[in-house]
């Protein structure tokens, strides 16, 4: 690195442990610390992966929450802009949608030199309508706040950008990479996870992410009861907690899909339980780019998602988009159909050589920041705009 030290603000995780808190954390924990320091500022009443940031040196800020204390919020943003703001290198903001351009605006002012904007969604993950008003004023402000436009897709850069800026030399796709290795396929850890889910040879599907209104599991449950009439002893392993946890409950009991499905919530295990899986099932209504289906992918699972999916994903091989207006009885088809591969470890080889190989992109990452945004090589299977 030809100029280590460097200091990084990140602006945008949340309590939860989602796609967004992930994929910072997998770039983070990749870059030395001697190379940049990354410090943390969220106004969340706490921050996902606290204590390991605090563990890796770094800082964490809690800011008043602008909606709940707007006087307070404003009050201590001012302070940290005026004492400490200015001694950073970058600021990388990351969100869904441009609610608050706030750390923005403070680091244009006091002089930081790179300002990231990193769009991570396709849509608004809530509704209403003056959330959407305020994305699409600070989509056209966010071009003279910041200096760098970095996207997990195209799909979501189109969300959260104008033309202007995908056409920029600033604008970089920044892959949702993770360590491939350790969603490599394993037999022994297959046979130990099926034997303790009782499994025993029932073809088991599985879907991990929140429980919510965006990754649709309630579709899910309606394909899954039609698979059961074509496959009736199959298995449904949901991973994930979220708000609609009880009415996902409830649904299975109303369609009577019994012990079938496993709920599963919050797990730490989920390459085990990718092991032992045969499909990867993904109805989402919108996504950026979802991390844990390239972690699918590395496990050599066969994968099925929705159309919304962005088409890059088909970089990764194996997975088919099905649209959501086919219905669920032609999902239960497809379910049902769906193979597992020869050499499931050949996951691994084919999600590297897509480029989402965490170790090599981090490495790009460390490389922007270390030399003040001068140089950021792009990934040798993309392009800087995705070909």
Request: hydrophobic share 45%.
């Amino acid at each position: 690195m030809s100029e280590p030290g460097k200091k990084v603000l990140v602006w945008g995780l949340t309590s939860n442990v989602g796609g967004l808190e992930m994929v910072v954390k997998n770039y983070v924990g990749r870059i030395s610390p001697s190379d940049v320091r990354f410090d943390f500022v969220t106004t969340h009443e706490s921050m996902a992966f606290e204590d390991w940031v605090l563990e890796l040196g770094s800082e964490v800020l809690y800011l008043p929450s602008r909606s709940k204390d707007p006087i307070g919020y404003k009050q201590a943003i001012d302070r940290f802009s005026s004492e400490c703001l200015g001694s950073y290198d970058a600021v990388w903001l990351n969100d869904c949608r441009w609610g608050n351009l706030d750390i923005l605006v403070k680091a244009k002012k006091v002089g930081v030199p790179r300002r990231i904007a990193h769009a991570h969604n396709t849509r608004d993950i809530a509704d209403g309508q003056v959330r959407i008003l305020r994305h699409k004023a600070n989509r056209i402000r966010i071009a003279s706040l910041a200096t760098d436009f970095w996207a997990c897709s195209l799909a979501a850069a189109k969300w959260c950008f104008n033309e202007s800026q995908l056409e920029s030399q600033r604008f970089r796709v920044v892959r949702n990479a993770v360590d491939v290795g350790r969603f490599s396929f394993d037999e022994e850890t297959r046979t130990r996870m099926r034997r303790q889910l009782r499994l025993g040879d029932l073809p088991t599907y599985i879907n991990v992410g929140r429980l919510d209104h965006q990754k649709n599991q309630a579709f899910l449950l309606e394909a899954f009861k039609e698979l059961l009439a074509l496959q009736p002893e199959s298995v449904l392993l949901l991973v994930g907690g979220g708000p609609d946890e009880g009415a996902l409950r409830a649904k299975a009991r109303d369609l009577g899909l019994g012990d079938s499905v496993l709920f599963l919530g919050f797990r730490s295990d989920i390459p085990e339980l990718l092991c032992s899986a045969d499909c990867f099932m993904m109805p989402s209504l919108f996504e950026g780019l979802s991390l844990v289906l390239v972690e699918a992918r590395a496990s050599g699972l066969p994968c099925l998602c929705s159309d919304a999916i962005t088409p890059e994903v088909a970089i990764l091989g194996s997975l088919e988009r099905i649209p959501l207006s086919t219905g669920a009885m032609a999902w239960a088809k497809r379910m049902a159909s769906a193979e597992l591969p020869a050499d499931r470890k050949a996951g691994v080889a084919a999600v590297r050589a897509a480029g989402y190989d965490i170790d090599a992109e981090a490495a790009r990452l460390a490389e922007f920041f270390a030399s003040g945004g001068a140089r950021f090589e792009p990934s040798a299977v993309l392009s800087r705009r995705e070909g």
